[in-house]
Each structure stands twice: as C-alpha cells, then as structure tokens.
C-alpha cells in the first residue's frame, strides 16, 4: 500500500539526510563502534545542516516548526544506515520538548541556541542500580538550599552520557512526597561533583556512548529548573513519554523494513541445492508473514505520528505502537537471520549487526510488560 505521510518538504530533507550519512557517518561508523563513541564534531556537521531542534522557537536558532514527521525521516535514515551509535533521537524526539516546552525565557536563552547547533548535547538521567521503569522507585536527591540544589545519587543507562553537555537529572526534592516530590533539574559539564563513570560495553549499540553518572553534593542553581516548581518531575516525564516511545517506534519498523529488504535479496542471489533459497516454499512463507505483519506495523506508527502532530497520541495508543514494533522488530530480524544460515551469525553482514542492536528495543524506553500493564490499566478494571 502507498505510504503518505509525508510531503515534499519531508521528501526534500531525507535527501539532504542521506547525503549526510553517506558523507559524514557511514564511512567511519565501524572506527566509531571500535572506539565507542561518536565524536563531537559529528554533532555539529549536523547541527549545521539545521538536523536538530525542529521545534525550537526561530529566535532561537531553530525551524519553528512542531512537526514529528521531520524527526521520523531522521531517525529512519540512521536505522536505515546501521548508524546506531547517533543518538540524535535522543536529543531531538526525548530531549526536545523538555528543553522547549519547560523552560522559561532565561534558559531558553542559555540552551536552545547549542541544542540547535550541536555544540551543546543532552541526555535524560532517569534509570538508576535500583531503579529502571519504576520512575517512582528512585533515590536520587535534590534538598533546596537557598538558590541552590544540592544533588546527590546515581544514574546509569544514560544515552549520550560520555559526550553530554547539558543533563536533565530526574531527583527527589521531597522524598517524602513520593510522585509529587520529584523534580527536573538540568545539571551542566563542568559542575563541581558531577561525575562521569565508564562508558559501558553493550551487546549492540557499540558506538553509542551509554555511561554510569554520579553526583555528589552537585550544586545545582535553582535557575535550573525545569518547570515554574518543585514536584512537577514526574508528570512532566509522564506527558513526555508517549513521543518517546513513538520514536522507539518509529525506528522499530525502519529497522525490519530495512533488514527485510536486504534478506528478500539475500535469498534471491544465495543459492541452496542448485536453485536460489527464495524459491523454497518455507522462505517465502517466513518473507510473506514478515512483510505483512511490518507492512501494518507501518501504517500503524504513521497514525500515530499524525496523532502526535494534531496533539491527539495518548499514553495507551503509544504503549501499544512501542511494544508491539520492538516485538516484531526482533521477530523480524531474528527469522531473517535465521535464512541468512551461517552468514547471519557474522558480524560483516548487516542482519548480524541488526540483530546485536535490537535486542534493547523492548527493554528501553518502557519494557514490553510496562507497556502492556499501561494498556491493561485502561480497561478500568
């Protein structure tokens, strides 16, 4: 069925992507995952190709423009080119709306400018030892003193946790309070007692810099806040997620269309017993079943992403597209590795590499189980 999300404009940038990832990703992306991190520079090739901060305000340095269609193209074509060490979503599809939504003049000032630009990059320190979906479960501290906030506590999974500048730190300023007692605060590189650990080594993911943080009696000026009070943390992480889970999502689906389309090549070219494997009936059952099921995984994201554009995507219909795509992504690459044979398990093979980096799809972000107690809790029951 014809795709149309998108319209010429959106056409017009994925060019403009892919001559970027051709360029400046692509050739460098194994040196990258070798090292285990993408370098700064990166960041600000893109920035300047105007890849970051679609919504932020013109005055701003940024587009203006509340359109996830433009994030989508992004973060496909990185899917689309193994690039899974850019955590560009990160900064634009989580980061983005705290950064914009939440801040007030001053800060904007301070922040959106490098945010647009790629000189300022920015993580979300949510997870701890103790603490992964159970947002309510964390220990991380921030006690008022005067103008002050002196933060205490560890992060860890922190995307772009080595090469941030700018950190929102989700922390108990009333411990007490339970929900109502956590707060957004943005910690900076450089703040005396703010610590990086090692960047940690993952299945997948190699390039992506995903670090440990530690904080340890940080003073953080209240001027840093997220949000006009103290207790709002948790609901504004709350109104956040939704777009969060939606760009899990939406790379999902890039992911299986893009490891379908280079395994429905694969079994026509491989040959097996004297003709090409695509002719087995099982292989083009296994391709018709996958095909189909991504196919409506489609269309479904698409929604969705219309849905957040008019402001109308909920809590639930994002659950729903974040758990069934992860599932289905690693279904989908898991079986085409399966006809790959023996080439699958080699890394030079893009399945592979596909494989190793998917696995965390239903784990990040919410798991499978979280998004569907979120969709069973709706019932009423």
């Known amino acids: 069925m014809r795709r149309d999300l998108f319209d010429e404009e959106h056409l017009l940038f994925r060019e403009t992507v892919r001559e970027f990832m051709a360029r400046e990703v692509v050739p460098h992306h194994a040196e990258w995952e070798k090292d285990g991190i993408v370098p700064r520079e990166v960041w600000k090739k893109a920035g300047e190709l105007g890849m970051f901060g679609f919504s932020v305000p013109e005055e701003y340095g940024g587009a203006g423009v509340k359109d996830f269609r433009y994030n989508a193209v992004i973060v496909e074509e990185i899917i689309r080119h193994g690039a899974s060490g850019l955590g560009f979503s990160l900064h634009n599809d989580v980061m983005a709306p705290y950064l914009v939504d939440l801040t007030n003049d001053e800060q904007k000032q301070r922040w959106l400018p490098g945010f647009v630009g790629g000189e300022l990059i920015t993580a979300i320190a949510m997870s701890e030892p103790g603490a992964g979906s159970d947002l309510q479960g964390i220990r991380t501290t921030a006690i008022r003193e005067d103008d002050h906030y002196l933060v205490n506590g560890q992060k860890t999974f922190i995307t772009n946790g080595v090469n941030a500048d700018l950190v929102v730190v989700v922390a108990k300023t009333d411990p007490a309070a339970g929900a109502k007692g956590t707060t957004l605060v943005v910690v900076e590189r450089g703040m005396e007692g703010f610590g990086r650990g090692r960047n940690l080594e993952k299945i997948g993911m190699k390039a992506q810099d995903t670090a440990e943080l530690f904080f340890e009696n940080v003073r953080v000026p209240v001027a840093n ?157």
């Open 225 to 381: 806040r997220l949000g006009p009070r103290d207790g709002e943390g948790f609901f504004q992480l709350m109104n956040n997620l939704p777009q969060e889970r939606l760009s899990i999502a939406v790379a999902a689906v890039a992911a299986a269309e893009a490891v379908l389309e280079e395994t429905i090549e694969y079994c026509r070219t491989r040959k097996a017993f004297g003709r090409s494997i695509g002719s087995f009936q099982n292989t083009r059952f296994v391709l018709a079943e996958l095909t189909t099921e991504t196919e409506i995984a489609r269309h479904y994201v698409d929604k969705c992403v219309l849905a957040l554009n008019a402001g109308e995507l909920t809590a639930v219909d994002a659950a729903k597209a974040k758990w069934w795509t992860t599932e289905l992504q690693n279904k989908v690459i898991d079986r085409c590795l399966q006809l790959h044979g023996g080439y699958g398990y080699m890394t030079e093979y893009p399945v592979a590499k596909a494989w190793l980096d998917s696995r965390v799809q239903t784990i990040y972000g919410g798991t499978t189980e979280i998004m569907k107690e979120i969709i069973g809790r709706s019932f009423g029951f």
